[in-house]
């Protein structure tokens, strides 16, 4: 990382990491439900000194604020809020966005809205899409939705390590720079992870949408990564994508699920290939959408981690 700033957002203040701050191209890249702008470094290393990366903080999340109102702000609708005033501050009429997981489907809301769309040029999805796995998805909240408690550093990335094995890290150095980047010290001297464990509210309080009509709006260029294994994106969601979005790029990630990290050349050159590659003139067509809507699906999701079934 090479510069940190903090813009305030309203109440909060988003930390906002930056790699090759004076670089002419720039690539906004959004993290997933429980992680932070830190995860992009070995993607900025990789496509290198004509990048400029911008790598923010959710709210609640790494250096970011936590918010006192999470009912409010642990939203899609108040992510947008600030994705859009991030690209404001930073005067941004158009930029290339690839996100991780939650990053991603915020990029598809903005890209899909009819104001903000214009702002994304180009659009990376890493292991999402505008269908999930329902039991990945309640595995995901029910995890992060409660205080994790280690008695020393050594027990917190011992579970990191168990539980993120589907990124795809290999070296040690890398699973120590995760653990570090990802724990913070409670006052009774535990250890637990670096983000509110209320961001899990998000899955009661936010609105149910229909995300494959979401998807069939978008008309910048779209490529969407999957890993192997993931347990959020399945393999036969991404034909499905392609019927609605026919210039669909699709990259799958041998030796990962979800989500890949980004970290080597086998996975940052195909990106960087579809980034440098000319826009072409907006589509006005209508693509057509997949049968059924998401929104009941997920509607579904929201009453069984109520409680109903």
Request: net charge negative; hydrophobic share 40%.
């Amino acid at each position: 990382m090479d510069a940190l700033e903090f813009v305030r957002v309203r109440e909060l203040e988003i930390a906002v990491r930056i790699w090759n701050p004076d670089a002419k191209r720039t690539l906004i890249a959004w993290h997933g439900l429980a992680r932070h702008g830190g995860d992009f470094a070995a993607l900025a290393r990789q496509l290198g000194s004509e990048w400029r990366v911008l790598a923010p903080d959710t709210p609640g999340r790494g250096l970011s604020s936590w918010s006192l109102f999470p009912a409010h702000d642990y939203l899609y609708s108040h992510y947008v809020t600030v994705a859009i005033a991030l690209m404001d501050h930073y005067q941004l009429e158009q930029v290339d966005w690839l996100g991780t997981s939650m990053g991603g489907l915020l990029g598809m809301l903005i890209a899909a809205d009819e104001q903000h769309a214009p702002r994304i040029a180009r659009l990376v999805l890493n292991d999402v899409g505008p269908e999930l796995d329902k039991e990945g998805l309640i595995a995901l909240s029910s995890y992060f939705g409660v205080t994790h408690r280690f008695n020393n550093f050594a027990n917190l990335q011992a579970e990191l390590i168990k539980h993120y094995a589907s990124f795809g890290i290999t070296s040690e150095a890398e699973w120590r720079e995760l653990a570090l980047n990802s724990a913070r010290r409670l006052p009774d001297g535990s250890w637990t992870y670096h983000f509110d464990p209320r961001i899990g509210e998000q899955f009661i309080h936010d609105t149910p949408r229909d995300t494959w009509a979401d998807w069939a709006k978008i008309r910048c260029p779209l490529m969407v990564i999957r890993g192997e294994t993931s347990a959020l994106l399945a393999a036969e969601t991404l034909p499905k994508m392609a019927e609605s979005q026919p210039s669909l790029v699709t990259m799958t990630v041998p030796g990962c699920g979800h989500a890949p990290m980004l970290n080597d050349t086998q996975q940052v050159k195909p990106i960087q290939r579809f980034l440098t590659t000319p826009l072409a003139a907006p589509s006005t067509a209508t693509p057509a959408q997949p049968a059924g809507t998401f929104s009941q699906w997920l509607a579904d999701v929201w009453r069984y981690l109520r409680g109903g079934r």
